[in-house]
């Protein structure tokens, strides 16, 4: 992905074994404290310090940090992209892993709001993200109600299994 001067790299490069093997600590560490009220809460010592310090994640905040954490014990980078920042149609597609004509089609067909600076869209990474978390729920639902349909076609209307040889009589 071409990273733009909106989006902040998580360092600036692939993460070093170091990294990847303190990521997974943390991450094992953070998901072993039990969340109480949809909170984790951790304390922290610092270096010369006698008395840690409490620090409440929020339930959200917590699912990000272990989420990020995957990422990068996996040796992948992470790179943040701020919802109120605009992206090039390059930038968007990217992060939609689609082609940039192809999302230049989407967004003449009205898919999702974009602004024209002179002759060139940007995108509202917020609007970026709506759709793709719109388009994800759209598959979902698919995948779901093809599921549904092929269990209930494994069964006749009396609840008995029907072999797989003669589903198609």
Do not use: C
Not at 46 to 70: A, F, H, Q, T, W
Not at 140 to 169: Q, R, V
């Amino acid at each position: 992905m071409t990273t733009s001067a909106s989006a902040v790299a998580f360092g600036d490069s692939i993460p070093t074994e170091q990294t990847i093997r303190g990521a997974k600590e943390l991450r094992d560490n953070l998901v072993r404290i039990p969340l109480e009220n949809g909170k984790r809460t951790l304390f922290v010592t610092k270096s010369g310090d006698d008395e840690p310090k409490e620090i409440v994640l929020s339930e959200r905040l917590s699912n990000l940090l272990v989420n990020m954490l995957d990422h990068l014990a996996s040796g992948d980078g992470v790179t943040f992209v701020p919802i109120h920042k605009h992206l090039t149609t390059q930038q968007a597609a990217d992060i939609l892993n689609v082609s940039r004509p192809y999302l230049i089609k989407l967004l003449d067909q009205g898919e999702m709001e974009f602004e024209t600076v002179g002759r060139h869209r940007r995108i509202l990474a917020k609007n970026l993200f709506d759709y793709k978390n719109k388009r994800a729920a759209t598959r979902s639902a698919a995948l779901s109600e093809l599921m549904g349909a092929d269990e209930t076609d494994a069964f006749d209307e009396d609840g008995i299994e029907i072999p797989f040889d003669k589903l198609s009589e």
